[in-house]
């Protein structure tokens, strides 16, 4: 089945640095999506990535589609305290969404 | 964000007991699943239902049972279950199985003692 590989699993940064998550499938993907889960709490939708090559931002969020749709990322910029918690993605397609397995971050005051 | 609701929060159960889990949601969404979130596994997809029919069953124990009565409501019911199923267990809906972001629930925290 459709699986996608989430890197790193842990990122720890200072609060200020940049950090960056990256989402990958051997399998062209119809679309991608982005989720948050802050410590304790429950996942919540970011946002959808569609097109081939497509950038969206939110803030300091930026998240890419690649040109073949098979990888993804969110990047963030000057992280603050608020933005801790572990990130996912998830393929969607034709099935119910593939999650990947989340980058954890936290950040350090 | 009370898009979607579950309870019992926390459960603590023994192995020989029988719970059930339930999940309300009020988008007025057609599809709702179960997950099981764990250290080891950290979104692992149980069941799906759309429109109250089970379209997707990931090899889950037979001691895990689902019920979908409307599309409203889904219940997870729970008996003889094992240590290694303690975990946080979330719900979730969208408006469809494909392509649509999913609102997920509070979960609840499952200790199988």
């Known amino acids: 089945g459709q699986q996608v590989m989430q890197i790193p699993q842990y990122q720890h940064v200072q609060e200020g640095e940049d950090f960056t998550t990256y989402c990958n499938s051997s399998?062209?993907?119809?679309?991608i999506q982005w989720y948050k889960q802050r410590p304790g709490g429950h996942p919540v939708f970011l946002i959808q990535?569609?097109?081939?090559?497509e950038v969206k931002k939110q803030k300091r969020l930026t998240f890419q589609f690649g040109e073949a749709k098979k990888n993804s990322s969110l990047h963030i910029t000057a992280t603050q305290t608020t933005d801790v918690g572990t990130y996912f993605c998830?393929?969607?397609?034709?099935?119910?969404?593939?999650f990947g397995k989340g980058t954890r971050l936290s950040v350090i005051a | 964000e009370t898009g979607v609701t579950q309870t019992p929060r926390h459960l603590v159960m023994g192995m020989t007991n029988k719970k059930s889990l339930k999940c309300e949601q009020h988008?007025?969404?057609?599809?709702m699943y179960w997950y099981k979130q764990s250290a080891k596994k950290p979104l692992e997809l149980m069941f799906v239902?759309?429109?109250?029919?089970?379209?997707e069953n990931n090899s889950v124990p037979s001691r895990f049972s689902p019920e979908c009565p409307n599309s409203s409501h889904l219940f997870l019911h729970l008996h003889t279950l094992q240590p290694e199923d303690s975990a946080l267990y979330l719900c979730?809906?969208?408006?469809?199985?494909?392509?649509?972001?999913?609102?997920f629930g509070p979960g609840t925290r499952l200790t199988v003692t």
């Open positions: 979730a809906s969208s408006q469809g199985t494909a392509s649509y972001e999913q609102y």
């Open positions: 399998t062209t993907l119809s679309n």
């Open positions: 990535l569609v097109k081939s090559g």
């Open positions: 998830a393929a969607s397609g034709n099935t119910p969404l593939v």
């Open positions: 988008l007025g969404h057609n599809a």
């Open positions: 239902y759309s429109l109250e029919e089970r379209v």
